[in-house]
Antibody, heavy 123, light 107 residues
Framework: EVQLVESGGGVVRPGGSLRLSCVGS????????MTWVRQVPGKGLEWVSG????????VYADSVKGRFTISRDNAKNSLYLHMNSLRAEDTALYHC????????????????WGQGTLVTVSS | DIQMTQSPSSLSASVGDRVTITCRAS??????LAWYQQKPGKVPKLLIY???TLQSGVPSRFSGSGSGTDFTLTISSLQPEDVATYYC?????????FGQGTKVEIK
């Protein structure tokens, strides 16, 4: 069974930084595109960022461009989201998700999701 | 960027009713449209991709249609386990915008 497990969330002050991690198992991580999607509890889904299979292509939502960096380490089956200059509006549950089709792309259908890690930006 | 607009934002229907949710893209996205179901307290689940292709394991009472800018998700006979919020999402390119969601409840 495909598993995606996120970690690294927590409480951080405005302007602070945080690094989220996501470990994937039971699928070919190194040929899968991956994404981050966030959700404020009780609100809708917001796509944040995506990375292709080898890390050569990354894409971002305008709301995080220049502040967040997505990366991956295929040797560790791991996906990361480095978040800098955090704002109150970044408070959300952050999910990693595996791209289904197109295979290996930085965007596409999101066929498997992790349970998420909660980020709270507050003074 | 392309905007995705869903309607209605919520609906209440009886068990066995036919339910229709619409999603409109602000520009042509061909058939690069996916639908997700999010039950309370759960992560989203992919239902339909390519506007009309059912993901493996999804009940056949769910169907999708449309292309270009106008899309529809239909539940042919609403069941109690279909209570959820449904989201459309474009995936032809980044950003992969989601619709704002449609909350489906049982009357």
């Amino acid at each position: 069974e495909v598993q995606l497990v996120e970690s690294g969330g927590g409480v951080v002050r405005p302007g602070g930084s945080l690094r989220l991690s996501c470990v994937g198992s039971e699928f070919n991580f190194d040929d899968s595109g991956m994404t981050w999607v966030r959700q404020v509890p009780g609100k809708g889904l917001e796509w944040v960022s995506g990375i292709n299979w080898n890390g050569g292509r990354t894409v971002y939502a305008d709301s995080v461009k220049g502040r967040f960096t997505i990366s991956r380490d295929n040797a560790k089956n791991s996906l990361y989201l480095h978040m800098n200059s955090l704002r109150a509006e970044d408070t959300a549950l952050y999910h990693c998700a595996k791209v289904g089709t197109p295979r290996g792309y930085s965007y596409g259908t999101l066929e498997y999701w992790g349970q998420g890690t909660l980020v709270t930006v507050s003074s | 960027d392309i905007q995705m607009t869903q309607s209605p934002s919520s609906l209440s229907a009886s068990v066995g009713d036919r339910v229709t949710i619409t999603c409109r893209a602000s520009q042509d996205i061909s058939n690069y449209l996916a639908w997700y179901q999010q039950k309370p307290g759960k992560v989203p689940k992919l239902l339909i991709y390519g506007a009309s292709t059912l993901q493996s394991g999804v009940p056949s009472r769910f169907s999708g249609s449309g292309s270009g800018t106008d899309f529809t998700l239909t539940i042919s006979s609403l069941q109690p386990e279909d209570v959820a919020t449904y989201y459309c999402q474009k995936y032809n390119s980044a950003p992969q915008t989601f619709g704002q969601g449609t909350k489906v409840e049982i009357k």
